[in-house]
């Protein structure tokens, strides 16, 4: 059954830049915009700014890009000391501070933020994309941007906007769903760290997984939650803790997400049972918090005018129309179909380039995507979504976007020899051996 729905909207506000989505990425793309002089809107559909730093609960930063840009910035405001590239010296920054400096971050006079507001629909002229509709407090209005950012994660913008998007690999399973959540009153004499498949720590003679496992093996945790993660964080005795998992959820299906918290949040109750009764130093541990969300590692990947693969990121490819440059994470793929990784070895990568092609979804004008929606297969995906990266897509998208609205051109038609030009005056770096 249908029924029909259209009606006249409201335009709340024109800008120059609309930037769906206040994740890593989108924040960045505001603030860049702003700093360039556009006129932003920044979309929200929670009450907080920061999309996983802070309603996801997710921690600690990972991933690394070349220096100068805005993840820098981002990493001094959060507190947090320099993490390798996979975080083994990398703690979880601190969930509150970060509600509060991202903030005061896109509190920049430039910028109007609309927080609880979900883009649920867009305003379009043939294949060029005029703004979005926003569902809120007050029922739908819309704003117009001469350029709109899709940093949803999701790519829901592209979506409705009628760019091809895929999901999943071939077989159309995504990576898992997880809740992070914190654990208190660890003993740190005693109490282990482990950041997952990449560490060798050991729990007396043997390596702390394998002990995990047979703990699995003998029934006293399911076999799902055996890859127990736990980083450390900004604060003594705390771990953050990235183990939960449901498998099987599409988060783009508003019937799966219910389903995938209620059993999350049981398995937090069970793994923290599991850890009181099982590890040295955890004894009396308990949970303190977790995310106001469900963690979404993989949904929609938005097709651009380039795809980027794993095996470009391996070798560390390079580009003419770079503008993330040194991007460096593993291929980390939290198995779609069971538990810990999806692959028996861990494919490391050399510091890659993404190139500009990557942003610009196909058969849509006037629209960049940036963060983990970007163009590339469920490989590379699995490396480039790490939030240090997605930072600087963010920023990179968003200089583009306050140009593209100076110039009144549209991305598919922007000079990005003086894009890359303009972001080299600003610091950053992307053409360094
Ligand atoms: C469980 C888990 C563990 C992870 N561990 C790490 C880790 O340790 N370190 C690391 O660096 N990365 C980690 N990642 C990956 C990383 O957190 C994400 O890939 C990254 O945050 C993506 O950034 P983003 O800006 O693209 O999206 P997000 O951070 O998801 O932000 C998207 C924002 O858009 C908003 N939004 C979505 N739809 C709408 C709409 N319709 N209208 C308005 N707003 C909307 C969302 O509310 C959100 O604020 C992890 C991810 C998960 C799920």
């Known amino acids: 059954m249908r029924v029909n729905c259209s009606r006249e909207v409201e335009v709340r506000g024109t800008y120059d830049v609309v930037v769906a989505g206040s994740g890593p990425a989108g924040i960045c793309a505001a603030v860049a915009a702003a700093r ?86 867009v305003v379009k002229e043939g ?72 560490d060798d720590v050991r729990l007396g003679e043997e390596r702390f997984l394998d002990f995990c496992k047979r703990c699995a093996d003998e029934g006293k945790l399911p076999q799902k939650l055996a890859a127990v993660r736990l980083h450390p964080t900004v604060r003594e005795g705390e771990r953050q803790v990235n183990t939960t998992q449901v498998n099987g959820v599409d988060m783009t299906r508003v019937e799966h997400i219910f389903k995938a918290d209620l059993e999350l949040r049981e398995q937090i109750a069970l793994l923290e049972q599991f850890l009181r009764e099982n590890l040295p130093g955890y004894g009396e541990c308990r949970c303190i918090a977790s995310g106001a969300t469900t963690g979404v590692r993989e949904t929609r990947r938005v097709m651009g005018d380039y795809v980027i693969t794993a095996e470009e990121l391996a070798v560390g490819c390079r580009f003419d129309d770079v503008i993330v440059h040194k991007a460096e994470f593993i291929v980390d793929i939290h198995n779609p179909a069971g538990a810990g990784q999806a692959e028996e070895h861990i494919q490391y990568c050399d510091p890659y380039d993404l190139p500009y092609r990557c942003f610009t979804p196909r058969g849509v004008e006037n629209l960049y995507v940036a963060g983990r929606c970007i163009s590339g297969t469920h490989r590379a995906h699995a490396s480039y979504r790490v939030m240090s990266i997605c930072m600087a897509m963010g920023e990179a998208v968003g200089i583009a976007s306050a140009m593209c609205a100076e110039q009144g051109c549209s991305p598919r038609t922007l000079d990005v020899k003086a894009l890359q030009q303009r972001m080299a005056d600003k610091g950053i770096d992307l053409f360094s051996k």
């Not at 947090?80 to 400096?101: L, P, Q, S």
């Not at 949803?152 to 995504?174: F, I, Q, S």
């Open 127 to 198: 294949d060029a994309l005029r703004g979005v509709v926003l569902a809120t407090n007050e029922g739908q209005i819309a704003l117009l941007g001469k350029v709109t950012v899709d940093a949803t994660g999701d790519g829901l913008v592209a979506y409705l906007a009628g760019a091809p998007t895929e999901k999943g690999r071939d077989d159309g399973l995504m990576q898992p769903v997880t809740l992070e959540f914190t654990i208190a009153g660890v003993d740190e004499k005693q109490g282990v760290i482990c950041i997952g498949d990449v």
């Open 36 to 121: 360039e002089g556009a006129k932003v809107a920044l979309v929200e559909r929670y009450g907080v700014v920061g999309g996983n730093l802070t309603v996801g609960y997710v921690g600690p930063i990972l991933g690394m890009v070349a220096k100068g840009t805005m993840r820098d910035e981002l990493v001094e405001l959060l507190g947090v000391e320099e993490n390798d590239m996979i975080g083994r010296t990398g703690r979880a920054h601190d969930f509150e501070r970060a509600k509060r400096v991202l903030a005061q971050f896109v509190a920049h006079p430039n910028i109007d933020v609309y927080l609880q507001s979900s883009v649920c629909d």
